[in-house]
């Protein structure tokens, strides 16, 4: 009866340090895209500009495999801190839909800059792999089609 005691006692001292433990390494774990997203499956990715409001769809098979490699090819960190919450924030920079041929969509993400993804409710930096997002390639795309200066 006693070591029951000490075992009721002992236990809540070892229920909080393990969740702690638990979401600490939930929250450093190194995080992946579209990792599980097939390039063949896609048919279009529908690409938004939140600054200009211009939207596009992506068609051509290049293209398509070169953004899903580009942002794969990546391995994210959560941003730490107050700033890596996304939840409250409003708007963002590029926004893709990727859809299937049956235009059921496939997966979405939101990308803020050159090194930052935005997947709420948090944001992500580039931990690891070389170079950077397909960010200023994005950009390129939207300026050609729409002959957007600023």
Not at 36 to 44: F, G, N, Q, S, Y
Not at 107 to 118: K, L, N, P
Request: net charge negative.
């Amino acid at each position: 009866m006693k070591t029951v005691r000490v075992i009721l006692r002992v236990i809540p001292y070892l229920i909080l340090p393990a969740i702690v433990l638990a979401v600490w390494l939930w929250y450093t774990h190194p995080v992946h895209f579209l990792k599980k997203l097939d390039a063949d499956e896609v048919k279009t990715i529908v690409l938004f500009d939140g600054n200009t409001g211009y939207e596009m769809e992506l068609t051509d098979r290049s293209e398509i495999e070169n953004v899903i490699d580009n942002i794969q090819g990546f391995t994210f960190q959560r941003v730490r801190g107050i700033d890596g919450i996304s939840v409250v924030e409003m708007g963002y920079r590029f926004r893709l839909i990727f859809s299937d041929g049956e235009g059921s969509e496939l997966a979405r993400i939101i990308i803020d800059s050159d090194d930052t993804v935005r997947q709420d409710p948090f944001y992500y930096t580039i931990a690891k792999g070389d170079g950077k997002l397909c960010y200023d390639h994005l950009w390129k795309l939207i300026r050609d089609e729409f002959h957007y200066n600023y």
